[in-house]
């Protein structure tokens, strides 16, 4: 079973930065793609960045030059450097992890199994 924590959540100023990470335990050798989500208040949550095990990186157009996504296979952690903060980042932030996607869906919901329980952003 695997367990996702995310942290690093806070209030910053718009064009300020932030890093997010997600620490996970149990076994997570077999999780194929990992990703950041953003939940406001809509009806759904929305992919923002992924990473798959090749290294591969996929941003939704609205993060694009702006977030980073990355790992420490070491410390089993996922990061997601957030620069250039703007209003419309505020929301909660889930890390996921799922065991195998189609490429062309990595940043829909759907396909992942594993949640971490979220961390707030707030852009002012």
């Known amino acids: 079973q695997v367990q996702l924590v995310e942290s690093g959540g806070d209030s910053v100023e718009a064009g300020g930065s932030l890093r997010l990470s997600c620490r996970a335990s149990?076994?997570?050798?077999?999780?194929?793609?990992v990703g950041w989500f953003k939940h406001n208040g809509g009806p759904a949550r929305e992919g923002l960045a992924t990473?798959?095990?090749?290294?591969?990186?996929a941003y939704a157009d609205s993060v694009k030059g702006r977030f980073t996504i990355s790992k420490d296979n070491a410390k089993n952690t996922l990061y997601l450097q957030m620069d250039s903060v703007k209003s419309e980042d505020t929301g909660m932030y889930y890390c996921?992890?799922?065991?195998?996607?189609?490429?062309?869906?990595?940043?829909?919901?759907?396909?992942?199994?594993?949640w971490g329980q979220g961390t707030q952003v707030t852009v002012s």
């Open positions: 149990g076994d997570t050798s077999t999780m194929q793609y």
């Open positions: 996921a992890a799922a065991l195998w996607l189609i490429r062309a869906s990595a940043l829909r919901t759907n396909g992942y199994t594993y």
């Open positions: 990473l798959d095990w090749r290294g591969i990186t």
